[in-house]
């Protein structure tokens, strides 16, 4: 069977749904080892058993969230060497597709991103405009790099717990070296909302608010959402693990934008653009 590397970023207490999906997937597709960025707590270390992971890295240097991504695609570059990976997963995250992108240069791999499903092949699944239909793409590599999208795999642990082994992966030089540097953090509040990527429900809001988020905050609220940008999702409509989306109305206006002349169907009023298209 093929080697799998699952990315875990700072795990935290507990691991995430989001996280469960990707190594329930890596597992279907072979042996699966994890590359661990931050502390690793003993309930995270059962469940990595609970889910049949053989092998577990750590990076050498522990400051790698003192940098942004190059330093952590360096280090996940030399965790696949040692894992001898022909595939690695991420997740979708906007940090974790720019990781992906970097670390495909260093492996020389191919790199595909909003992944939705993966044969055991290595054929990677996408949905496009709101579902309206799936593309398929296999990369030509020795190595694929992928981010998959959550709510997209059922949680599933191994039929036998494993005893995976934990060893540390000295990070490059070169990956911190030129690396930029943060200089601050600011805490963001929480909002008792579900994270973006672990929720069933997102309420999205976009110029129709006129820079008002109070009325599609407190939707969300009331649906028990996340709140989004205003984009359409991604996955199969109409799937038992699609997010749904939810928009505020908002009225119909001309853009203030000008755009080359195209037909306009008699149904739509002039200047109102379809349902699927995102706002600009």
Not at 31 to 42: I, M, P, R
Not at 101 to 119: C, H, P, Q, S
Not at 246 to 257: L, M
């Amino acid at each position: 069977m093929a080697n799998v590397l699952v990315f875990i970023d700072n795990p935290g207490d507990a691991l995430k749904k989001s996280t469960l999906e990707l190594l329930t997937l890596g597992r279907s597709l072979g042996e699966t080892a994890v590359a661990v960025n931050g502390d690793l707590h003993q309930d995270v270390s059962a469940t990595l058993a609970e889910y049949g992971v053989t092998a577990v890295f750590r990076p050498s240097a522990q400051d790698l969230d003192d940098y942004l991504v190059s330093a952590k695609a360096a280090y996940l570059a030399a965790a696949a060497g040692a894992a001898s990976a022909g595939t690695v997963l991420l997740d979708n995250s906007p940090e974790g597709k720019e990781i992906a992108a970097r670390l495909g240069i260093r492996l020389n791999a191919g790199v595909i991103t909003d992944v939705v499903a993966v044969d055991a092949d290595g054929t990677a699944h996408k949905s496009v405009l709101a579902g309206s239909y799936t593309t398929s793409a296999r990369v030509t590599t020795a190595v694929s790099v992928l981010t998959v999208k959550a709510n997209n795999v059922t949680p599933e642990p191994a039929s036998v717990a494993s005893a995976p082994e934990t060893s540390t992966v000295e990070v490059p030089a070169n990956g911190t070296a030129t690396a930029a540097r943060v200089t601050a953090r600011e805490q963001k509040a929480a909002s008792g909302r579900p994270d973006l990527s672990d929720a069933r429900i997102v309420v999205a809001g976009g110029r129709g608010v006129d820079g008002d988020f109070g009325p599609v905050e407190q939707l969300a609220d009331a649906l028990g959402a996340a709140v989004g940008p205003p984009v359409q999702p991604r996955t199969p409509a109409g799937s038992a693990t699609t997010p749904r989306w939810a928009r505020p109305a908002r009225p119909c206006r001309p853009s203030s934008t000008s755009r080359p002349a195209s037909p306009v169907p008699s149904s739509r009023k002039p200047g109102c653009r379809q349902r699927r298209s995102s706002w600009p």
